[in-house]
């Protein structure tokens, strides 16, 4: 899967470039990128100097949406997102 999404992406240019890349690819397991911003955000407690009552006003599908749009997410055939860290 993580090589025909590199090579559909046009994220490498063959597949000996695929295969030498497939480390980069990272199978989040979720299906939206809300999801994926949301585990981001536990993952990196990059909200944890603002108080409890504060982090309720973040929005999580918004933040995905900004993070798909950096073009290093790519949707299996089955719907769940892997990205690219290289």
């Not at 559909?8 to 030498?20: C, F, R, S």
């Not at 939206?32 to 009552?53: C, F, G, H, P, W």
Request: charge should be negative; glycine fraction near 6%; proline fraction near 0%.
């Amino acid at each position: 899967t993580a090589i025909k999404l590199m090579l559909e992406a046009g994220v490498v240019n063959d597949l000996d470039d695929a295969i030498e890349h497939l480390e980069d690819m990272v199978c989040t397991g979720e299906r939206k990128m809300e999801d994926v911003a949301y585990n981001y955000i536990q993952d990196t407690d990059a909200l944890s100097a603002l108080s409890e009552r504060l982090q309720g006003y973040f929005d999580y599908e918004a933040f995905g949406r900004d993070m798909e749009l950096e073009g290093s997410y790519f949707e299996a055939d089955d719907g769940v997102l892997w990205e690219y860290v290289a």
